[in-house]
């Protein structure tokens, strides 16, 4: 069995758990002691049967994101950058979409609210809603209008 072979069905292998962007794969054969031209040649052959794909990776990202740990999307924004998604297509998925911190953040509040067990103090069920969701990324304007819905100002 040669080299691009030996590759590509660990590539295929690694893809099967969960789909990974360009780098990520690119990363792993590096790790494995692949050279770059059989890293290249695994990487547009995968890219060719559709296996990897950027563009479908950050959606996926994104909705997992959004359904199993929600954070604000500037988060979120910065752990597609640090799997290798370029700037632009970020901007572009999240023009398309409508992802909105607030609603986001709207939903995690609620969710957290039915948690705290004593409200009769209201100053700290506030700030517990407000540590909660700094906790998750979000910026202190979208944190004010959350609280301010949830607790019905």
Known sequence: MDDF???Y??????LSFRP????ELRDYLAKKKCDDLTST???????????????????????QRNLLKPKAIRVIKIE???KG?????????????????FTNALALAEKKLRTIHDRSDWR???????RYLASKGFD?????ETIDQVLGK
């Open 20 to 23: 990974r962007s360009e780098k």
């Open 41 to 63: 040649r695994i990487i547009q052959s995968l890219t060719r049967d559709k296996f990897l794909n950027d563009q479908e990776f950050v959606r996926w990202w994104v909705e």
């Open 124 to 130: 700290k069920v506030q700030e517990k809603l407000g």
């Open 140 to 144: 202190w304007d979208t944190i004010k």
């Open 9 to 14: 069905k660990a590539s295929v292998r690694f």
């Open 5 to 7: 072979e030996k590759f």
């Open 85 to 101: 998604i370029s700037r632009q297509l970020m901007e572009s998925f999240f023009e398309e979409n409508e992802n909105s911190d």
């Open 80 to 82: 597609l950058k640090q």
